[in-house]
């Protein structure tokens, strides 16, 4: 499965990945009992979303990805993010 899309002639590609530079998430969350109410809240965003046809597939393409590098068990959707800690 394909986790970046083309549109316009560019490519979407995942917010975070476990080896990208960018970010370097060291959260990860599990949302799979959430997910159906997350995606309903990002229909909502229809400036945002009403042009992508494959949004289930998008989203679900790059939570399952990030799941599997949080090394949830198969099935499981995560998103994750990057925790710092500011000094007291």
């Known amino acids: 499965m ?3 899309t083309t549109r316009g ?3 979407l ?3 975070c990945s476990a080896d990208s530079d960018v970010c370097n998430p ?3 969350i ?3 009992d ?3 109410v997350k995606l309903a809240a990002l229909r909502k965003h229809d400036s945002q979303v ?3 046809d494959n949004l289930d597939e998008l989203i679900t393409g790059w939570l399952t990805m990030q799941a599997e590098v949080a090394g949830f068990e198969a099935g499981r ?3 994750v993010f990057r925790q710092v800690r500011l000094p007291d």
Do not use: C, I
């Open 2 to 4: 394909s986790v970046g």
């Open 9 to 11: 002639g560019s490519t």
């Open 13 to 15: 590609a995942p917010p």
């Open 26 to 28: 060291n959260l990860f």
């Open 30 to 32: 599990d949302v799979t």
């Open 34 to 36: 959430k997910f159906d």
């Open 50 to 52: 009403a042009h992508m």
């Open 77 to 79: 959707l995560a998103e």
